[in-house]
């Protein structure tokens, strides 16, 4: 724990899904704007009602894709009857049908690859250090607790009121996040 | 209820394969500490026991990988037409045992399986560890080890490159993108569980292990609709790519003029012997870690007769396989592939070819048998009898069809040396190992997607 001079917000504890989804929409209701959510495994539509919008990941995904294996099929094309072309059982230099496969492996290749880094780009990952390791209880967001944070940065911020309006919405506990 | 089951259910209803069972598990909370405390106990004795075994195979590897690459192939008992031997045969077997991971991972994901989370972990894993096994083998295969990177289009200044018309260059972009592929799938699923393993770890060194490979991960929404997005966009490419990778191995044999090779059912062929075969591998280490981790209430029996299913229609596939190939060769009248179908049959290689009907197509039907798939010593034995049939197999269509070409002078049979066999045996210590290391650090289980169907089964609204 680091001293008390900052803060990064209010957290609140709670016991499901359910109640954790349940207070995050009425936060939101609330006019709360910078909350976030911290639960053990992938729960269903609550990124939606926080107001997290999808990036653009498939998209750069599919683009990769299209890119990789144009990239290679240029590449096979061009050694093959440019860079150095060799005649072999007679066979045309420009057998497109045989470049087919390593353009489809390329290009899941490359997306591949980029499917991975614009998830780190999209989550800031690897972060050794994030306030929230400050809350309490919060080695047990990864097996049987979900949380629920509203940060100092949202313009509605006021310690007593948003602790006060946090342990309205009946979480097991309600703490103060230093930073 | 168990009356009623199906294998394959449309997304939503495959909680009824579960309600049967008495789970010891029904929260979050609970799956967290069964996956973790597997980590965290005492190691069992027959770890060890394994650990060793297993350290000593891998010894015998170093010596057969050293002997082959100094002293050259010769050692193998390769020779004019069997050019391809031990190399090429354990090269296809080990990628299959690959297969069945990508194909539970990435296929059933997308197909909304539920089921698959009990195998998907260790099955990916198995996955790593056996494509690194197969991608050394043609290496060692191509005798100069030395000058393994010709076969990449590497950037020199004679723009000097591989013939990509060829089949053996697909083999090696389609293996090196498979692994790097199979990596980052396997990679960012365990991301949250490594943080499950972090939070959960008392010492504090284990703790900072754990965390930095968790890379901070803090289960934030945000994070969770990226990782989850990021899942799927994997498992999409994933499962073209794990059908093509063994494609392109059967298009080695395929695009070969050589009798029994020219076949166009080749790579459908290889990819359900490959999925086939992986899927034995994978039942053989979910009854071991039943058993030897007391993780029954995870992988339950359904699991496992789910996936027992899944290997009786690959290997009913398989079988349909070897009708065609003998049908082929009655239905062209083709001279060399008769013969070729002859003398598989009866010849001097009758025994392996037998040994591999029997193994892969008979012994298979006890499958269709709901007793025999709940037994967890029956489908054990019946594993092992798929692994040794699909190694069988690949030997049948490498050493054997090379062993009658279109030269009738050149017919000949395969002949074994010790290095034959330490190729056969010692690679299992180069997978075991690293296996035994993944079961013993890190979770067996996708700690998340298992906390999901258990709160999504078990009710807890």
């Known amino acids: 724990m680091s001293n008390n001079n900052c803060m990064h917000g209010v957290a609140a504890e709670f ?69 150095y072309p060799f005649v072999i059982a007679g066979r045309p230099l420009n057998s497109w049908q045989s470049f087919t496969i390593l353009t489809f492996e390329v290009g899941v290749l490359f997306a591949g690859i980029t499917a991975a880094l614009t998830m780190f780009v999209r989550t800031g990952l690897p972060q050794p250090y994030h306030p929230i390791f400050n809350a309490e209880n919060i080695d047990l967001a990864s097996s049987s607790r979900y949380f629920l944070c509203i940060r100092t940065t949202d313009p509605q911020f006021h310690l007593q009121k948003t602790t006060d309006f946090l342990t309205e919405l009946g979480p097991l506990n309600v703490s103060e996040v230093t930073c | 209820m168990l009356k009623d089951e199906k294998p394959f259910r449309a997304a939503g209803q495959a909680s009824a394969t579960f309600e049967s069972e008495a789970r010891p598990w029904s929260t979050p909370g609970e799956v967290t500490n069964k996956v973790t405390s597997v980590i965290f106990r005492d190691t069992p004795l027959w770890w060890w026991f394994a650990f060793v075994v297993s350290l000593g195979l891998l010894g015998l590897y170093v010596v057969m990988f050293l002997s082959i690459a100094i002293r050259g192939t010769y050692l193998w008992g390769i020779n004019v037409p069997v050019v391809w031997g031990m190399g090429i045969v354990n090269l296809i077997f080990w990628i299959g045992i690959g297969h069945a991971g990508t194909f539970i991972s990435a296929f059933l994901l997308l197909m909304r399986q539920h089921w698959r989370g009990a195998f998907s972990r260790f099955a990916e894993a198995m996955t790593l560890f056996a494509v690194a ?188 396989g070897y009708l065609i190939e003998n049908f082929a060769a009655w239905f062209t009248d083709h001279d060399y592939e008769v013969a070729l179908a002859v003398e598989r049959a009866l010849g001097t290689y009758a025994p392996l070819y037998w040994g591999m009907i029997i193994s892969n197509a008979v012994i ?9 798939r709940r037994n967890n010593t029956a489908l054990v034995i019946i594993s092992i009898f798929v692994l040794i049939g699909m190694w069988l197999e690949r030997f049948v269509i490498v050493p054997v069809s090379l062993s009658f070409p279109y030269l009738e002078s050149g017919w000949t049979t395969f002949q074994w040396t010790i290095w034959d066999v330490l190729t056969i045996v010692a690679p299992f210590g180069l997978f075991l190992v690293p296996m035994l290391l993944f079961m013993r650090f890190l979770p067996l289980l996708p700690i998340h997607e298992t906390q999901q169907v258990a709160i999504e089964e078990g009710g807890h609204e």
């Open chain 2, 133 to 320: 096994v197969a991608g050394i083998f043609p290496l060692l295969h191509l005798g100069r080890i030395e000058l393994f990177y010709y076969i990449l289009p590497y950037p020199n200044t004679m723009i000097l490159h591989p013939q990509f018309r060829s089949p053996l260059v697909w083999d090696s972009l389609a293996i090196l993108t498979y692994a790097t592929v199979s990596l980052i799938f396997w990679y960012i699923d365990l991301i949250p569980d490594l943080g499950a393993m972090r939070d959960k770890a008392k010492r504090l060194w284990v703790k900072r292990a754990y965390g930095a490979a968790a890379m901070g991960w803090r289960g934030e929404s945000r994070h969770w609709s990226a990782l989850h997005r990021t899942a799927y966009m994997l498992a999409a490419i994933a499962t073209p790519l794990v059908i093509s990778v063994h494609s392109v191995i059967g298009l080695d044999f395929a695009v070969a003029q050589v009798p029994g090779w020219h076949h166009t059912i080749f790579p459908p062929f290889f990819v359900a012997g490959a999925i086939f075969s992986g899927l034995a591998m994978v039942l053989i280490f979910a009854v071991l870690f039943r058993s030897g981790f007391g993780l029954s209430g995870l992988i339950t029996d359904n699991h496992i007769d789910n996936a027992a299913k899944l290997m009786l229609v690959t290997g009913l596939i398989v079988t349909y």
């Open chain 2, 364 to 372: 298979i039907q006890a499958l269709w048998f709901k007793r025999v």
């Open chain 1, 15 to 83: 016991a499901d899904a359910q109640s954790l989804k349940a207070a995050a929409q009425q936060a939101r209701d609330a006019g709360y704007d910078n909350v976030d959510a911290y639960t053990p495994y992938y729960v269903e539509g609550l990124s939606e009602i926080l107001g997290e919008r999808p990036g653009p990941g498939p998209y750069i995904v599919l683009i990769a894709l299209f890119v990789g294996a144009g990239f290679f099929f240029w590449f096979q094309q061009f050694l093959n009857t440019q860079g």
